[in-house]
Every structure is written in C-alpha cells, then in structure tokens.
C-alpha cells in the first residue's frame, strides 16, 4: 500500500500498521496528519473502498511462489530474477557448434562488438600511433565491420568459400545471408573458423610482422576446418569430408 498510495502513506501516523486494524478504524481519517493534500485525500477514499471490498476469512495464509507452487525451485527463480530476453538464433547456433571452445568465445565476442578492434581501443581512449586497417591499403579505420567484412582481405577470404557480402544494416544479416549461400548444416562451423582465420591474419601482422597473405589464411582455415572434423557431429562427418575436399 505504500507503493501504491506514496501520498497518502506520507501522511500515515503509524507507517507499520496492518491493513486489519486500518480497517477497523473509525473514523478512517483518524489513521491521517491533518488536512490531507488534495492527491492524498484521493488516494484515502481509493484506499477506503479497496478495504471495504476486502472480505475476512478465519482460514491461514497459503504462501506460494511466483510460479504458483509451494515448492522451491533454482532454476525457476533464477528466470524470474533474470527475467526474459529474446536473442537472435545466431547465438544458439554459436554454442550448439563443433568448434573448439577459444572460437566459440571469439565469435560470441565478435558478435557483441567486444574484439580489440582498433576502433574499440580508441573508443576506450587508448593512445595507439595508428588506427587504420593493416590487411589493407584503404587507409580504412579499423573497425569490426570493415575487418571480418568489407576490407578487401576479408572479402577475399569469404570468396574462397563461395560466399558474397551483400549490404546490410543489421549484422546478423550477414549471418543469416551466408547460412543461405553455404547451404551446409555445418554453416556454423565455418562461418567461425573463417572470421578467427582473418582475425589470425591481423594479429600475425600487428604482433608477429608477418605480411598478410590470402593463400596462407585459406591454408590456416584448412587446417583448422581438418582439426574440428575430429569434433563435428558423425551425421555431417562425411559431407564436411567431402566439402573440406571439394574446396579449392
């Protein structure tokens, strides 16, 4: 009552009484400092109805949970304190895919705009001497779009495996527009292991001075896509063998 009425309960002389004994009292106004404010007043005869609608019974309480059960559940309070949030499929095909734990947590932070991009680095106000793409010559900031989709380098790459970049506004349409052009039920899997091959490219050249080649990315992703086939579901383990073979 006190969060439904805060005016009125301003005005209350005893902040702690019980809705029974509030009740009982004549003449209600008598629970109230004196005079009420034109909005506490309003929300008294609200309260006074309420209370006269309230029948009594002589029965005990029966405390239940939010979820209608006597019973106490984790997991159920757990969603209740959580609440619900709708995430797009993408991060379900994430975590339900054969990659190794290290490109799953790298594709999830791809997918949350948390990779040390440059452009995330500037944006946390770190000094660097440059902030441009280094897999390209564009003189291009680096920012997450343009390294796993619009620099030349990236664009390359994803050619090598059939899939072109249309334009979007929403990221995950990419997503969805290469899962429809890869057309596997792998797609997961591959979509990953090409974005942690263009990011390797990129540390090989910030960290190591390697200059940034197509065909040695392509060749990293092979090696890579040979490694998960020891993890990929059996059902699909024969078409990714064909698939992997089939690449140029």
């Known amino acids: 009552m006190s969060q439904k009425f805060p005016e009125l309960f301003s005005f209350a002389r005893d902040k702690h009484i019980v809705l029974a004994v509030a009740r009982a009292q004549t003449p209600f ?18 309260l006074q109805n309420m209370l006269n609608e309230v029948g009594r019974s002589e029965d005990h309480d029966k405390w239940k949970y939010i979820w209608n059960s006597k019973v106490f559940s984790v997991k159920k309070t757990y969603k209740q304190l959580s609440g619900n949030q709708r995430v797009h499929p993408a991060f379900r095909w994430l975590w339900a895919s054969a990659c ?3 490109h799953k947590v790298f594709f999830w932070l791809l997918m949350k705009d948390r990779i040390s991009t440059r452009e995330l680095l500037k ?19 680096e920012s997450l779009l343009h390294l796993f989709l619009e620099c030349p380098f990236a664009a390359q790459c994803w050619g090598a495996i059939n899939i072109q970049i249309a334009q979007y506004s929403d990221p995950f349409e990419f997503l969805l527009s290469f899962r429809n052009q890869l057309g596997v039920p792998f797609f997961m899997e591959i979509i990953i292991l090409m974005a942690w091959s263009i990011w390797k490219s990129r540390n090989d050249q910030i960290f190591r001075q390697l200059q940034p080649s197509f065909h040695g990315a392509k060749q990293f ?28």
Request: with cysteine.
């Open 29 to 46: 106004h008598n629970l109230f400092h004196l005079p009420l404010s034109q909005q506490a007043h309003s929300q008294m005869l609200l």
């Open 100 to 102: 190794q734990c290290k």
């Open 123 to 141: 944006r946390k106000n770190m000094a660097l001497q440059d902030f441009t793409c280094v897999l390209c010559s564009n003189n291009t900031e």
């Open 221 to 248: 992703f092979k090696e890579e896509f040979q490694l998960l086939l020891l993890r990929i579901w059996k059902d699909y383990l024969h078409l990714a063998e064909q698939w992997i073979a089939n690449l140029a």
